[in-house]
Every structure is written in structure tokens, then in C-alpha cells.
T-cell receptor, first 115, second 111 residues
């Protein structure tokens, strides 16, 4: 299994509160991704990173920001959480040599509930 | 506007029989297709992929078929086993662009 951890694994927060989710990898992979999974929507890309300090938006990036100051860590921040951001969040990584079409390895997920 | 469509939210198949999961796509520029499998409370795991230069790729019990003219791909699992019960996501990408996932199909393998 690829070395990917996500923290926290579960979080309950209130509307308007800032929330940061962390993804940590031990594989030295170049690409890192944040997805959300919702019933009826499958997996949707929020943001991704193609290197330290290099990030780009996915299809559902509104209300989210990311940062990558080290190869191994990719942070997802909800500046002011809303109930529509209640979801399961997955981090994924892919290998150094390829682009986004390289096999992605997923973390275990973070279940976020915004009340 | 969904570019990758999995029109069957769920599918039940008897153990030992063939499971066929279908996926349609709308973007004719997609040239790489993947299937991921997901168990509850776990992250998705890569299962099998196919490039648009092929029409079939096989890996053990899993075979993916690609019909470019119909913009359709399918995943065949033969024989189906209890451990195959999971959600299966179809995904596609255009050149080196991001991967687009479908909504998933929940497969139930019946004893």
C-alpha cells in the first residue's frame, strides 16, 4: 500500500468555521490531489498539485484553498465551512515520472460534517 | 454536464457468474480510461486501465473492453466472487489532463 495518511479521519465543525485537512505521503510522489465524494456525484477533483508550491484548480474548487510547502504534505483549507461542504474527502498521489494519467493512489479519507 | 456516465447505480450478480459494469463517455478526446474499486470506509484502489489504441485489456478475472465508436467501455469480472462487492468507478482522461470520474456503480455479489 502507498504510504498516504489523512488527518483528521473524522471531523464535526460548525458553519463559518475554518477547517484544514492534511494529507501526508511517504512515497515522494510529485502529484497530489484532493477529491470529494458525495452520493450521486462520485469523485470530484477539488485541487491538485504538481510540485511544491505548484497547485491548480479542479472542477469544484470554490470555497477551498490548498497549499503545498513540502513534497510530502498537501493541505486543504475550507476558509469558512458551509453545510454543502459536508462530504468525504480523499487525498490521492501519483508517481513522479508521469502526469495525471499515472495510477493514482488514494488515502483512507476524511469524513467531514458541517453543522 | 457529465462527461463520464455510469447509468446503473447498482448491480446484483450471483457468485460465480459474470459481472458486467458499463460506462459511457461524451468527450471524444478522452484517450485513457481507468476503473477503480472502492470498499466502504476505504479509499478507491486502481483496478485496470486501457488506452484508446486498444479495445481490450485483461488482468486475471478483470477485462475492460473499449468501443470508441460508441464511446462506451465495460468492465467484465469473471467469475464474480464475494470480495468483488464494492463500488466501481469508471474514469477517463484526455492526453495528460486530469482524470474525470463517473458516479460509480455498487456491485453486490449474491451467495
Amino acid at each position: 500500500d502507498a504510504g498516504i495518511t489523512q488527518s483528521p479521519r473524522h471531523k464535526v465543525t460548525e458553519t463559518g468555521t475554518p477547517v484544514t485537512l492534511r494529507c501526508h505521503q511517504t512515497e515522494n510522489h510529485r502529484y497530489m490531489y484532493w477529491y470529494r465524494q458525495d452520493p450521486g456525484h462520485g469523485l470530484r477533483l477539488i485541487h491538485y498539485s504538481y510540485g511544491v508550491k505548484d497547485t491548480d484548480k479542479g472542477e469544484v474548487s470554490d470555497g477551498y484553498s490548498v497549499s503545498r510547502s513540502k513534497t510530502e504534505d498537501f493541505l486543504l483549507t475550507l476558509e469558512s465551512a458551509t453545510s454543502s461542504q459536508t462530504s468525504v474527502y480523499f487525498c490521492a498521489i501519483s508517481e513522479t515520472s508521469g502526469g495525471p494519467r499515472e495510477t493514482q493512489y488514494f488515502g483512507p479519507g476524511t469524513r467531514l460534517l458541517v453543522l | 454536464d457529465q462527461q463520464v456516465k455510469q447509468n446503473s447505480p447498482s448491480l446484483s450478480v450471483q457468485e460465480g457468474r459474470i459481472s458486467i459494469l458499463n460506462c459511457d463517455y461524451t468527450n471524444s478526446m478522452f484517450d485513457y480510461f481507468l476503473w477503480y474499486k472502492k470498499y466502504p470506509a476505504e479509499g478507491p484502489t486502481f483496478l485496470i486501465s486501457i488506452s484508446s489504441i486498444k479495445d481490450k485489456n485483461e488482468d486475471g478475472r478483470f477485462t475492460v473492453f473499449l468501443n470508441k465508436s460508441a464511446k462506451h467501455l465495460s468492465l467484465h469480472i469473471v467469475p464474480s466472487q464475494p470480495g468483488d462487492s464494492a463500488v466501481y468507478f469508471c474514469a477517463a482522461s484526455e492526453r495528460d489532463d486530469k482524470i474525470i470520474f463517473g458516479k460509480g456503480t455498487r456491485l453486490h455479489i449474491l451467495p
